[in-house]
């Protein structure tokens, strides 16, 4: 297998506080991208999603691991960090990643192959937090996102499987809309980094079970959103595990 190709995480801590400059460093990292299959049998896959606690004055992070083959859950990591930045469109990465690479590197084994929730290279300016979070550190990565952020597609049909591809106002493929499940909303998928287009929706169909969204950022969105705990009423937060 290729070894990891990572960019220095300084890179989320230039941004000064000006949109423009982290715009310019998304357009740089995005130059990094790699859309070829560059990663060898999978073992080990991840799951990663992001929420707010507080008002969004906490950022959530959740990394969950699964066996690739039986898609039994292997470990699971939370971190919840100060938010750094607020919401801006098109720059979710600033915000999310830092939870995100403290939650990744705080488990004892390193995925194969991660599945985020939010687009890859489907993004203004090829640098969604998938991308993003690939560049960064070295591992193949797809998005899985629930709505387009950029482009346009024709008409999908109806059944599970069926998919058409996502083209940016260039006529270029960035991404696949994919319908996971009969008559479902579909989801938006590009990859990130270290696989290519076509490969993408074909690795997020070998993980849809019976729900929507690929077992990995199900897993994952349960974790970030609180939702088994809101379900069992009031208990102690979750820390790094």
Not at 31 to 53: M, S, T, W
Not at 125 to 143: D, Q, S, Y
Not at 204 to 222: C, G, I, K, N
Request: with cysteine; net charge neutral.
């Amino acid at each position: 297998m290729t070894e990891p190709r990572s960019q220095p995480r300084a890179d989320l801590q230039r941004w000064s506080g000006s949109t423009a400059d982290a715009r310019a460093i998304q357009t740089q990292l995005a130059d990094k991208v790699v859309l070829a299959d560059e990663f060898g049998p999978l073992k080990v896959i991840a799951g990663v999603d992001v929420g707010f606690e507080d008002g969004g004055k906490i950022t959530r992070a959740a990394v969950v691991l699964l066996d690739a083959e039986t898609l039994e859950p292997l470990a699971q990591a939370l971190a919840r960090i100060p938010t750094c930045m607020p919401y801006i469109p098109g720059l979710l990465s600033f915000r999310e990643l830092p939870a995100v690479l403290q939650a990744l590197d705080s488990l004892d084994q390193t995925p194969d192959l991660i599945f985020s929730d939010g687009h890859g290279i489907a993004h203004p300016r090829g640098l969604g937090i998938a991308a993003h979070l690939g560049v960064v550190t070295g591992l193949p990565t797809i998005g899985v996102a629930k709505k387009i952020l950029i482009g346009t597609h024709t008409a999908l049909g109806e059944q599970r499987g069926e998919q058409v591809d996502l083209l940016d106002k260039g006529g270029k493929v960035i991404g696949t809309v994919l319908r996971s499940k009969d008559k479902v909303r579909p989801l938006i998928i590009s990859p990130g980094n270290r696989v290519s287009l076509e490969t993408a929706p074909q690795l997020v169909m070998r993980y849809v079970t019976r729900y929507r969204l690929p077992e990995p950022t199900r897993l994952a969105d349960r974790l970030a959103s609180r939702r088994d705990e809101k379900r069992a009423g009031p208990q102690q937060p979750m820390e790094l595990q």
